[in-house]
């Protein structure tokens, strides 16, 4: 199996950063595309940011020129770093990620897609 851990989240003040991490550990897998999404509390779940593992990369409207999702150095990493954080950023942060798993050959072609735990992020005075 596959797992998916994020770290990072925490209180910060409005107009100040926080840089959310996940890592994925467990079953030989590779990386298709890396995500992370946010839910705050009665809303639905929301897009934030993901990345493909050809660098190309999509943002919320909302979160464009203040949050930027990057690859870790270490394998099988990926971050969310937030800056000028607002209030309406206040959720619980989910990373997620498509990816591909070996198969009897040992041929990475079997896709599947899991979601961490979630952390929360609080933005406040």
Do not use: H
Not at 21 to 31: E, N, Q, Y
Not at 45 to 72: C, M, P, Q
Not at 83 to 104: F, H, I, M, Q, W
């Amino acid at each position: 199996q596959v797992q998916l851990v994020e770290s990072g989240g925490g209180l910060a003040q409005p107009g100040g950063s926080l840089r959310l991490s996940c890592a994925a550990s467990g079953s030989i897998f590779r990386l298709n595309v890396m995500g992370w999404y946010r839910q705050a509390p009665g809303k639905q779940r929301e897009l934030v940011a993901n990345l493909t593992s050809g660098g190309s990369t999509n943002y919320a409207d909302s979160v464009k020129g203040r949050f930027t999702i990057s690859r870790g150095n270490a394998k099988n990493t990926w971050y969310l770093q937030m800056n000028s954080l607002k209030p309406e950023d206040t959720a619980v942060y989910y990373c997620n990620a498509d990816l591909l798993r070996a198969d009897y050959w040992g041929l990475y072609n079997l896709k599947y897609n899991y979601w961490g735990q979630g952390t929360q992020v609080t933005v406040s005075s």
